[in-house]
């Protein structure tokens, strides 16, 4: 019998023991061991496939990889510790060296910190155009170009992008279109479909559905040859020294390449890892995404509706409006429903009052929380200027459709009545 020390590490588990969980498991080990020294050195080689260690992936991980790539009709997922973190090591991995991007005017602000601020600091520079302008997109678009990159549906305004016809610019250029569908969601717009080439999630957001965990998710449509022009690409196609040399191209392919670029390198690299327990808490979240969605969505419409006739509310911005400037996209888009995140301009003045009498309204909603969040199960308020947009210039948040006065809204799946009555109580302070 071995000592008290060694059972108490070892007994009673023996790794690679098969179990009959109906639901999958939460897999919270930071390695796994290695039947021989050869398996092990196949895997660290990416000759082999397997568990290796849990800043690259978890079994868990790999489990909501597969289902986020099976919604988006995708070929490979990435799965990395937050929405930030997806955008992040998609756009580093296809930009590579030298490399350049064209981004939409209308994005989350954080997103905006991060091409503007950080990839600066990184040397990479960013154009950012009006997303409604096609010229727009082909003018900027460089040699060194590698990526063009949006929102499907922006925050906070709700503006629709028109996919098709961006995918068309970036494709006769040469390059992939990378869509952020987190607003989207792949249960209302599946932009694969639609001619994107990598798509990416917060799953923080409706892909959990209920606040609790961090998580991002990128999907590989496996639409995009980088071995077309392997000059143009070569992190793909030139030897990689983590392969023995072996060019990621010719080893994984389309569909696979870019997913073990991005987990060999930037993942190994830079240590954006999903926690396993997250991983499972989003997987939770994922199995009623349609039913929470499909709520939302009706919602959300039932709120821009009573808050378009408000006689506190000077616009609404919400595409299932009638004359609103994106509705004919919706229709053509989102046939399953127009997604529950939107905004309202409240009908104050822009003026050194402006600040206060947006406090006075949003302090006074009880139902309607005020929180840095959205997709969640509870209905959740913020101010774009003094929060997630607040590092923006006056004109970066004019382009992106944001006032002082406007006032985002991400509808849950409380009561639509109770929600209408809160807005009504606060809106009756302006």
Do not use: C
């Amino acid at each position: 019998m071995t000592s008290f020390a060694t059972r108490q590490i070892q007994a009673g588990y023996v790794p690679g023991t098969p179990q009959n969980s109906a639901v999958p498991p939460i897999y919270q080990t930071a390695a796994y061991e290695f039947a021989s020294l050869a398996e092990a050195a196949d895997l660290f080689a990416l000759r082999s496939a397997g568990n290796l260690y849990s800043r690259n992936a978890s079994p868990t991980q790999q489990i909501l990889e597969e289902r986020i790539a099976a919604l988006e009709g995708g070929a490979s997922a990435v799965a990395v510790a937050s929405g930030q973190a997806a955008v992040a090591v998609t756009l580093l991995a296809l930009v590579g060296r030298g490399g350049h991007v064209v981004a939409a005017s209308q994005l989350y602000g954080g997103t905006v910190d991060l091409l503007e601020d950080t990839f600066a600091d990184f040397g990479i520079p960013v154009t950012f155009v009006d997303q409604d302008d096609l010229e727009a997109w082909r003018a900027a678009i460089r040699p060194e170009t590698r990526v063009l990159f949006a929102e499907s549906v922006a925050n906070p305004i709700a503006q629709v992008l028109d996919i098709r016809a961006v995918a068309d610019v970036a494709h006769d250029a040469g390059i992939p279109l990378v869509i952020d569908n987190t607003v989207g969601t792949p249960f209302l717009v599946r932009p694969g479909e639609h001619g994107a080439d990598f798509v990416v999630h917060s799953a923080t957001k409706f892909l959990s559905g209920h606040g609790t965990s961090l998580g991002g998710v990128v999907v590989d449509q496996g639409t995009f040859d980088f071995g077309r022009e392997p000059d143009r690409w070569p992190q793909f196609t030139a030897p990689y020294a983590r392969v023995r040399d072996l060019a990621l191209w010719e080893r994984f392919g389309l569909g696979q390449a870019f997913a073990a670029l991005v987990k060999s390198k930037y993942v190994h690299d830079l240590g954006p890892s999903l926690s396993p327990f997250n991983a499972w808490q989003i997987l939770q979240g994922v199995e009623t995404l349609d039913l929470r969605v499909s709520r939302q969505s009706t919602t959300a419409l039932a709120l821009a509706r009573h808050l378009q006739q408000h006689p506190a509310v000077a616009a609404v911005h919400h595409p299932g409006l009638e004359g609103n400037p994106w509705r004919a996209l919706a229709a053509r888009y989102l046939p399953n429903g127009v997604p529950s995140v939107f905004s309202f301009d409240l009908a104050v003045p822009e003026d050194a009052e402006t600040q206060g009498r947006v406090a006075r309204v949003i302090d006074a909603l009880e139902v309607i929380r005020l929180v840095a969040n959205i997709g969640d199960a509870r209905s959740l308020v913020a101010h774009p200027a003094s929060m997630t947009h607040s590092h923006l210039s006056a004109a970066q948040r004019a382009a992106a459709g944001i006032s002082l006065t406007t006032i985002r809204l991400s509808a849950g799946l409380e009561d639509p009545a109770d929600l209408i009555a809160d807005l009504d109580r606060a809106l009756a302070l302006v």
